[in-house]
């Protein structure tokens, strides 16, 4: 198969998932009456951001099928990322903690499908990680 670029994923991911969310938040809120062009852009950098954390899974299934990773150490990795999905939520958002849930949430729950969607879609997922806990015990 094809290789795909760093700059080829991020096009993909700007008109396709972060374009869709973009607009579906943006769309309701043109709507409104009274809307600053300041409240415009924020609302179009979070719909982007949202659309980027709809990356996830795909990004640790890629992950767990190149052998960078396995679900067992995404799974020891839960706390981190938890802590980490906040900590991206308080840096994309507008400064509330409304938003930053609302981004930091999602991003969480998303990180979970992918360790299972790793776990069904990449072969020998499990036998990797049975044989990296023997090396450990041995």
């Known amino acids: 198969g094809a290789k795909l670029t760093l700059a080829e994923i991020e096009r993909m991911h700007l008109l396709k998932t972060g374009a869709l969310i973009q607009v579906s938040m943006l769309l309701p809120a043109c709507r409104a009456r009274g ?3 300041e409240h415009y852009r924020e609302l179009a950098a979070v719909g982007s951001d949202v659309g980027l ?57 998303l990180y979970e499908v992918g360790i299972v969607l790793a776990r069904i879609m990449v072969p020998g997922a499990r036998e990797v990680d049975a044989q990296r806990q023997d090396s450990k015990t041995s």
């Open 53 to 109: 954390a709809f990356q996830i899974p795909v990004l640790t299934v890629l992950l767990a099928w190149a052998g960078i990773t396995t679900p067992q150490a995404m799974t020891r990795a839960r706390p981190y990322v938890l802590v980490g999905a906040f900590t991206v939520g308080m840096l994309l958002t507008p400064p509330d903690v409304f938003s930053q849930t609302l981004l930091a949430l999602p991003t969480y729950l």
């Open 35 to 37: 809307l600053s062009p």
